[in-house]
């Protein structure tokens, strides 16, 4: 069959180049799903988003991409794309396309996508299903700011950005002085409202499901580990801490799974985790992000509809320790996929 690999392409970005490291990491997913398609016997087409564009024209782009896609003839299509040229709240715009054209693809479809890359309305969700997340307030100025009911810590982040981006050590803040400046810089910066929440202070979770019509299987937990931090900086996945290869932050945070963690509170979490991917609406594959207190007490951060699959990434790290490989990955969301056509 002719299976495409849609991608954002990373030509044509809405970010500045620092935020745009991020969106490079789709190319670390590319090669072993090509290699994985080809080596069941698939012809594989890429697709990329935005390719031969010099600035960012959302119709002209969109455009192109219909074009490439009738020229291309995929029977389905691998999506990749966690943003379109950059922008996360775009990012549905390419499966509404393939929705449109009839074309099946892997991974969430665009209803759950838009859930879930708008933190807020996730975390109302989830809040309202009685599933623990941190308090949380979104604010669209400094000027709007109101901490009552929160406690600090409080950590501050954009609403719609994905991969960490906008989130450093000096977005957990312990004043209110700290707190505006760090929202006036997001609102500023990435042009959406900031989302404050309380920062839970305790180790870091990666929660991978698989999804197969409905079905949902928690994969084993794993668990962020932040080693030799100094003295004050919190102990974040920041931008720094995910993408930047050469700083202390980055070298010092590792996974590891399976995590050490009490049998009953990984029951607790794996349960959490398949209530969050039922109220997303998540499809395929999905992973789920926490926080775990010194209490044991998890609480949900954020749901990711089509996290990063590359074989380094946190949920192939998870499909890998419960004793399969990526070609059976690749494989299995295939198959799904297909049974979708028509």
């Known amino acids: 069959m002719r299976i495409g690999i849609v991608f954002d392409s990373g030509d044509v970005s809405c970010k500045d180049k620092y935020d745009s490291i991020s969106d490079q990491g789709v190319m670390?997913?590319?090669?072993?799903?090509?290699?994985?398609?080809?080596?069941?016997?698939?012809?594989?087409?890429?697709?990329?988003?935005?390719?031969?564009?010099?600035?960012f024209d959302r119709e002209k782009i969109i455009s192109r991409f219909i074009s490439d896609i009738k020229k291309s003839r995929p029977d389905a299509v691998f999506n990749l794309c966690a943003t379109f040229c950059g922008d996360a709240k775009l990012q549905?715009?390419?499966?509404?396309?393939?929705?449109?054209?009839?074309?099946?693809?892997?991974?969430?479809h665009s209803n759950a996508l838009?859930?879930?890359?708008?933190?807020?309305?996730?975390?109302?969700?989830?809040?309202?299903?009685?599933?623990?997340?941190?308090?949380f307030r979104i604010f669209?100025?400094?000027?709007?700011?109101?901490?009552?009911?929160?406690?600090?810590?409080?950590?501050?982040?954009?609403?719609?950005?994905?991969?960490?981006?906008?989130?450093?050590?000096?977005?957990?803040?312990?004043?209110k002085k700290q707190l505006m400046k760090?929202?006036?810089?997001?609102?500023?910066?990435?042009?959406?409202?900031?989302?404050?929440?309380e920062y839970i202070d305790g180790r870091e979770l990666n929660v991978a499901v698989?999804?197969?019509?409905?079905?949902?299987?928690?994969?084993p937990i794993s668990e962020i580990v932040f080693r030799n931090f100094p003295e004050g900086v919190p102990r974040i996945t920041s931008y720094t801490a995910k993408w930047m290869e050469n700083s202390e932050e980055y070298k010092n945070t590792v996974g590891v799974c399976p995590a050490q963690i009490p049998e009953d509170v990984q029951e607790r979490?794996?349960?959490?985790?398949?209530?969050?991917?039922?109220?997303?609406?998540?499809?395929?594959?999905?992973?789920?992000?926490?926080?775990?207190?010194?209490n044991n007490q998890p609480y949900v951060i954020?749901?990711?509809?089509?996290?990063?699959?590359?074989?380094?990434?946190?949920?192939?790290r998870s499909f890998s320790a419960s004793g399969r490989t990526y070609d059976d990955f690749v494989r299995s969301v295939l198959e799904w996929t297909l049974q979708r056509k028509g």
């Open 140 to 175: 669209n100025s400094a000027k709007e700011i109101c901490t009552k009911g929160m406690k600090f810590p409080l950590i501050v982040k954009p609403n719609f950005e994905d991969g960490s981006v906008g989130i450093e050590a000096d977005s957990v803040v312990h004043t």
């Open 302 to 316: 954020e749901v990711n509809a089509n996290p990063d699959i590359s074989p380094g990434a946190g949920f192939m």
């Open 210 to 219: 698989f999804i197969n019509n409905g079905s949902t299987e928690v994969l």
């Open 28 to 55: 670390d997913e590319i090669s072993p799903v090509k290699a994985c398609l080809e080596k069941l016997g698939h012809k594989v087409v890429l697709i990329p988003i935005g390719r031969r564009f010099r600035k």
């Open 92 to 108: 549905t715009l390419v499966t509404y396309v393939l929705d449109g054209m009839k074309i099946p693809y892997t991974g969430s």
């Open 269 to 294: 979490i794996k349960s959490l985790a398949s209530e969050c991917i039922n109220a997303a609406g998540c499809r395929d594959y999905a992973r789920v992000d926490m926080r775990l207190d010194s």
């Open 182 to 197: 760090k929202v006036a810089q997001v609102v500023e910066k990435y042009r959406q409202p900031a989302l404050i929440e």
């Open 114 to 135: 838009d859930l879930t890359t708008d933190k807020r309305k996730t975390k109302e969700i989830l809040k309202n299903r009685g599933v623990p997340t941190p308090r």
